[in-house]
Each structure stands twice: as C-alpha cells, then as structure tokens.
C-alpha cells in the first residue's frame, strides 16, 4: 500500500441517484508531486476533487491527506486550495480581494503583513497578466480573465494542504495557454504538497503531470507516467483519448498463414504488419490463442507514411482529405473501408482522390476487441531495453 504524506485514496465511491459518478478509486498524489487528471466530460474528476475538498460526501472509501483520514474535517479545515470549475469568484469583490479572499479567512489569518499580502497576490496577478486588471469586478471581466482571477485565488495559497485545479487553463487563448502551462507546473512543484491538475484535453495532462491518471465512467482507466501512457495506452478507451489526432484504431482478425501471422480488416482488405511488433504479440499471446482472434490494432497517425503506391509490401489507399499544418499533413485516407489520419512530415503533394500506398512504420499496439484492453504494443521490452521515443512537445 502506498504510505506517504501526501493525498491517498482509497476504494473512494459516490453516486448521484442511480448515476455512480466515482467507482472504486485508489489514487496517490505524493507531497510534491502533480498528478494531472483526465477523461471525457462527466467523467467524474470535478466530483473526485469535490469529494477530496469536502464538498461532496463520498458514499464508501477514504481520503487521507498530511498522514491523517480528513473525512470528518469540514471544508474549511481541509487547506485545500481549489479552483472551480465554474471559477465561483465574489461578485461584489474585485480581482485582488478575490484573489486576497483565502489569506483573510477569520481563524486562518496569513501570516503575511497588508504590504506583503499585496506584493505576494501582485506577483501572482502579474504572473497570470491580469495585474492590470487588480481593480475591476468580475462582471467587468472576460471569461478567460475570470479563470485567471479565480486561478489566482487558488495559487496564492502557498501553504495549502493539496492545491486542485480543475481545468485551469481551458478559457486561455493557445499561446498564453502554452506560457502559463510551464510557469503554474513549476509553481506547484515548488512546493511541498500534493496538487491535482484536471483538464479533458489528454495531452495537457501529459505535458503537466509528474504522472496522470485517466478516469473514464467514473473509475481509473490508467495510471501512470506520462510516457507509460502515452507509449503504452491500457485500453482503447485510453488510446482515443490521447494524441491529436488520437491513435488510429482498426478492427481486424488474426490470422495465422503457413506460420505468418496477419490481420485481416472486417471487408476483406489485409494490413501489413511490422514483423517486430507481430513477434511480440505472439511472443505475449502465444501463436494458437491468436487463430481467428478479433483485435483492434492501434497505430499512431505519424507512425504511418505515405509512400508510393508502386514500393513493394505496401497497402493501397486513398487520399479522402489532406490539412496542411506548416510543420507537417494531416492526411485522412481510406484503407479498405476503414479511415485513418496520417501525420506526415513528407505529403507528397498527394490530392483527394489520388491513389496511395501506406506503410506502418512504428510499433502497432493490439488489443482485444472485447473488452478493449491492450495485449502487446511495440514498445514493450525488447532485448532487455525498452525502446524510447518522446512523448510529442506541444
Ligand atoms: N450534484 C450532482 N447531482 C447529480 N449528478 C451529478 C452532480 N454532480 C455531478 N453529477 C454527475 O456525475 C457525473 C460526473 O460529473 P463530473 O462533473 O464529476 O464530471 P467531469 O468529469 O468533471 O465532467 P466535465 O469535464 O464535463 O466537467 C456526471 O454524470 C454528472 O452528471
């Protein structure tokens, strides 16, 4: 069992009437650490911040936070420092004293004097580029503006038990997003608590968590390290959540051949495996489990390349789409009558309609198409190392 003194959960549960927001979840947040939380919207993670913050009650499970079970505490005396979701700002109060509002609570006075008060939310609002805006009441803000006033508010708590953020970011315009992103990381790692970052786009999550945790219909899909998640997705569940665009995910059966194995789409079309990532499969699987086994065989977009149609061992496609992005293609062809999306460095000025070739040049990811979780992937041990790639920069 985990043991340190930072956020545990244990089996945590609630539910809504017949709706279980949260099933069964164990996590741990060490002291220092940021655990970014991700999943599609009414996952469950605004509840599982709620239930830590003492805003919801959970049904069965439990909550320990500095070393001590904190179920009997009520909100106020939990130190959590929280953003809303919903911002939930003082309408009558202007952005420094709402910012100010958690270091004034009656019985918790901050130690800080009135000069240092200002000069630390100052800092805060300036580092957030709202100083400017210090004087004026939310209404006379712009929703991005309230996230940052709100954001504020949770941030200069600098000694806050646990520090949750529920989608911070999500208002900001995409280059103050990519500032910001960096500069709050590095605030909260600064410290010694805990801090959870929530946030439905799966590749922030990856970009700020020390480790991330998937939540998916109100349980922990996958938790892990950035990279073990990117590199290794436990389910197809988790596969579409991550990337952008997502993994391509293809139905297919196995097929052993005269000792080869093959993947054959549901209209008769075969794929053209990468003979590493098959050796592994039957190296996990064993040959004979494989026989007409269903599985959903997951490949990256850029893990794809277009080439031309006359190379030898290539499938044949069709261009359907092609975005051009500066830097690379986003390129949507059809494969038998499945589609996928191609990130190519290299389009070759291909056009709709234009036949192609494509060839799988990364490690394919299988899982088995009942219940969606991962058999193998390429990444897996090979020859005692395991292969590393970057978890993409955003
Ligand atoms: N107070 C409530 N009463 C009833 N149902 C609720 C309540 N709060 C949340 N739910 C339900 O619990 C589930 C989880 O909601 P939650 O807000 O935690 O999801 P979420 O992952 O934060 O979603 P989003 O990304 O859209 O904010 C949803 O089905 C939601 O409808």
């Not at 164990?26 to 003492?54: M, Q, W």
């Not at 996230?147 to 953020?165: G, K, P, S, Y």
């Not at 390429?378 to 590393?388: L, V």
């Amino acid at each position: 069992m985990t043991d340190h003194n930072g956020l545990i959960l244990n089996e945590l549960s609630k539910t809504f009437g017949d709706n279980q927001a949260l099933n069964g979840i164990d996590l741990d947040v060490a002291p220092g650490e940021v655990v970014a939380v991700t999943g599609p919207s009414g996952a469950g993670k605004s509840t599982l911040c709620k239930c830590i913050a003492g805003l919801e009650r959970p049904d069965s499970g439990s909550v320990f936070l500095g070393g001590r079970e904190i179920a009997g505490d009520l909100p106020g005396g939990r130190g959590v420092a929280f953003l809303f979701e919903s911002y939930a700002l003082y309408p009558h109060k202007t952005v420094f004293e709402n910012a100010a509002s958690p270091l004034r609570v009656p019985g918790r006075s901050s130690s800080l004097s009135g000069a240092e008060l200002a000069d630390r939310i100052g800092r805060e609002l300036d580092k957030l580029a709202i100083g400017h805006l210090a004087d004026r009441l939310p209404s006379e803000l712009s929703g991005g503006q309230k996230q940052r006033a709100a954001l504020a508010r949770a941030l200069v708590q600098d000694n806050a038990a646990i520090t949750m953020l529920d989608e911070p970011i999500s208002h900001l315009d995409a280059k103050l997003r990519h500032r910001l992103r960096g500069e709050i990381k590095r605030e909260l790692m600064a410290r010694d608590a805990p801090a959870i970052w929530v946030t439905p786009d799966g590749l922030e999550a990856l970009s700020v968590g020390d480790r991330v945790a998937v939540l998916i219909g109100g349980k922990i899909a996958q938790f892990g390290t950035p990279r073990e998640i990117w590199e290794n997705p436990a389910s197809v569940e988790v596969a579409r959540l991550i990337g952008d665009p997502p993994m391509n995910l293809l139905s297919a059966r196995l097929q052993d051949r005269d000792g080869t194995v093959t993947a054959e789409l549901d209209d008769g079309m075969h794929l053209i495996l990468p003979p590493d990532s098959v050796e592994r499969l039957v190296a996990a699987s064993g040959k004979q489990s494989l026989q007409d086994g269903a599985v959903t065989i997951g490949v990256k977009p850029r893990d794809i390349r277009i080439i031309r149609l006359e190379d030898v061992g290539v499938m044949t496609s069709e261009v359907v789409s092609l975005e051009p992005f500066g830097k690379h293609s986003l390129v949507t062809l059809s494969l038998g009558k499945s589609f996928v999306r191609v990130k190519a460095r290299d389009d070759m000025g291909v056009r709709p309609g234009e036949r192609v070739g494509l060839r799988f040049t990364g490690p394919v990811t299988f899982f088995k198409a009942k219940t969606g979780s991962r058999i193998v992937t390429g990444w897996e041990e090979q020859g005692g190392e395991t292969e590393r790639r970057a978890v993409p920069a955003l």
